[in-house]
């Protein structure tokens, strides 16, 4: 349970380290596993992401999806695809992805550990239309192990629309011929396949021509870029295939509801309107200041007791404000590995945390191995979180923490940031018990620690006033890392 934390000069170096110098590479543009999408998050009212992740050594898994208000019947359509999918991953007895899951724990040592990510992106989020992708990758797979799947909903009429209603009905099958055509001759791919599915199941067709067209969604340029997974239209071996048919082509073919989704990809209105009739109230942001507005943080590590919290995976409303307030009683500091796509929709959490005098870092968009990621995606995964957490705070993190704390060359040559990770992990994502964890920090917590938390489970926010009264009681100080790994007594 004791990781070594990282030796305080590689982590100075990487503060002297201008992190404007991260490069900002998107992925390539057939990535299906590039994160975030071109919406701003805080513009969305009241969103709320909804994200556990599990740290198992063995069994990782992490995923998240939007709570939109107002698309009540699509985000009910997410939750159940998504937690199946984490069911499938997890329980059950020697069948599919949960036999590999399981299988690995038992598999030699040197076998790499298992893996489910499922994110998700924002394919439009304006006027009464709103497009959500939801992407997920697992491992081990039959397939390459990435999902994408398109979600539309119609906030006209309230109605959660599967990806092919984008085209009339009349016209699906005009649709699925020049989707077939334009596949013929690719390396790989079985436009058959398509035929089929419309062939031999002449009576249902529709349900699986829409499993198999179940990713839709309009270019910049208002063209309909269709997205099989890999095995869906070809050969597995063949990969990820898509075909992108021309606006002037779909045109005729788009249902009402495509139309509009066209529109509002092509040019965003100013608002979303699904016609929600409440929006949530925002939980209070504390508004702490550091020392009455001094953010130097001037304890002597090399005098007095020093130990650092991190909190990961944040922030998430309303624990982080709680927390906040914890820390606020003792004067404590602590660290934040917030997340990026979490930071986007709660910016003023964040805000509040620089103001408080802890110190932000970053953990990721939204929390994959990046040891699995291409270089350009690991750089885009760490750029838009600073990038998130400088809007947020006017200032852009040194510090990463890697999700996991899975971290090889690649990922270091990916980054200037410099990577921190732990000593002291009461494996609070497990034991969601408030008292369990307080007991374990403060039993195995010695000076200059860096102690692992996270502020997405309200139970790990609980533990925290014990943590801090009796750990306070024996004299120690709560600072942040890099003032502890600046400041710290030498033996
Ligand atoms: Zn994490």
Redesign the pocket.
């Known amino acids: 349970m004791r990781n070594r934390t990282l030796a305080s000069a590689l982590l100075l170096l990487g503060s002297l380290t201008p992190a404007a110098s991260c490069s900002t590479d998107p992925p390539t543009d057939d990535s299906a596993r590039a994160p975030g999408g071109p919406v701003d998050l805080a513009r969305i009212k009241g969103i709320r992401i909804v994200s556990d992740?599990s740290?198992d050594r063995s069994c990782r898994w992490a995923a998240s999806y939007p709570d939109v208000p107002g698309a009540t019947a699509m985000t009910a359509a997410m939750k159940k695809d998504v937690e199946g999918r984490v069911a499938d991953f997890h329980g059950g007895e020697g069948h599919g992805p949960t036999a590999l899951c399981g299988g690995v724990r038992t598999a030699t040592r040197r076998a790499r550990s298992a893996e489910l990510h499922i994110g998700f992106s924002f394919l439009v989020a304006s006027g009464d239309v709103l497009g959500v992708r939801l992407t997920t990758f697992e491992s081990p797979s039959a397939g390459d192990g990435t999902d994408t799947r398109t979600y539309w909903y119609d906030g006209r009429d309230g109605t959660d629309r599967p990806a092919l209603e984008l085209v009339a009905p009349g016209s699906r099958n005009a649709f699925a011929a020049a989707v077939r055509k334009r596949l013929t001759g690719v390396e790989g791919a079985d436009p058959a396949s398509l035929d089929d599915t419309a062939r031999d199941h002449a009576a249902d067709h529709g349900a699986d021509r829409a499993t198999a067209l179940d990713d839709l969604a309009f270019t910049d340029d208002g063209d309909l870029r269709v997205s099989f997974d890999r095995g869906t239209v070809g050969v597995p071996a063949a990969g990820r295939h898509t075909v992108t048919l021309p606006e002037t082509t779909v045109r005729p073919w788009l249902s009402d509801f495509g139309r509009r989704a066209q529109r509002q990809t092509l040019r965003p209105g100013r608002e979303l309107d699904l016609g929600a009739t409440a929006t949530p109230t925002p939980p209070p942001v504390p508004t702490y200041t550091a020392d009455g507005g001094d953010r130097t943080d001037r304890t002597d590590c090399a005098e007095v007791t020093c130990v650092a919290l991190t909190f990961?995976?944040g922030p998430a409303a309303p624990q982080t404000a709680t927390l906040l307030t914890y820390l606020a009683a003792y004067g404590a500091r602590a660290t934040f590995f917030t997340v990026g796509q979490n930071v986007a929709a709660h910016p003023e959490l964040v805000r509040a945390e620089a103001l408080a005098g802890h110190e932000i870092g970053n953990?990721s968009w939204d929390?994959p191995d990046l040891t699995r990621l291409a270089p350009a995606e690991i750089r885009s995964q760490l750029a838009r979180t600073n990038a998130a957490i400088e809007a947020a705070t006017g200032r852009a993190p040194t510090l990463f923490r890697p999700?996991?704390g899975a971290i090889d060359d690649k990922v270091r040559f990916a980054t200037t940031l410099a990577p921190l990770m732990w000593d002291v992990d009461p494996e609070d994502w497990k034991y969601l018990d408030a008292v369990r964890v307080a007991q374990y920090v403060i039993a195995n917590t010695d000076r200059d620690e860096v102690v692992l938390l996270?502020d997405i489970h309200p139970t790990s926010v609980e533990a925290v006033p014990e943590i801090l009264r009796t750990l306070t009681e024996r004299g120690y100080h709560f600072v942040t890392v890099s003032h502890l790994y600046g400041h710290r007594h030498t033996d």
Do not use: E, K, L
């Open positions: 992740n740290h990961d995976d953990h929390h999700p996991y996270h």
